[in-house]
């Protein structure tokens, strides 16, 4: 049987996620706005980005250029209220009052680069991205590594194992812990006549 939710739950959980909404914006200068950018490309939202309205629409470009890496040149710019598109942010030395932009309003950015970077999500898609690959016999020649660092433990202490070193480390970090805290010492640790354990 499906676990149901009652309405009376609903209505606790829509105020709790709503609590903020009518105060999130009361802090800001009069003359500065939060909007979401999204983008034709990308799925990720730049959430509440902060611009003032005295800002051109050539400034909203460069900061979405920070964001999204579509250069200024190949942004068409599209005002979104409520999920219909408003208008289209078109003159580049245009105050964003201009526009009329207000809080929790989204500007969609269409990235007009026929060789652009982003497209067929080539930033966000890390199956696409080429991995680094290295061989067992190439790995073990290297110095430095943790499988190198094992080597030469083993080498000094037959005995040594990496779950017998974390052992032995988590005790000695509980034993540091209880030294500074004033605590009694964990059974195998004392005090030396330097006072460290």
Known sequence: MKPTMKNEDMLT?????????ASRYRGLARSTIMVDVSHSNLIQRHIELRFDLHDTVSDMKD?????????PGYQHLILRSGGAD????????????YYSLDNGM???????????????????????????????????RRKGTLRDWGRRKKEADPSFSLAKHADEHRRAVEARRAFR???????????????EI
């Open 13 to 21: 959980l829509q105020s709790y996620v709503k609590a903020q909404d």
């Open 63 to 71: 900061r979405i250029y920070q964001n999204s890496g579509t250069p």
């Open 86 to 97: 408003t208008r289209v942010l078109d003159n580049d030395s245009a105050m964003l009052g």
């Open 106 to 140: 989204e500007v969609h950015c269409v990235d007009t680069d026929p060789n652009s970077g982003s497209r067929g999500g080539r930033y966000e898609n890390t199956a696409l991205v080429e991995k680094f690959r290295m061989s067992d016999e190439d790995y073990d």
């Open 181 to 195: 805290l004033g605590e009694e010492l964990p059974a195998g640790w004392a005090v030396d006549g330097d006072g």
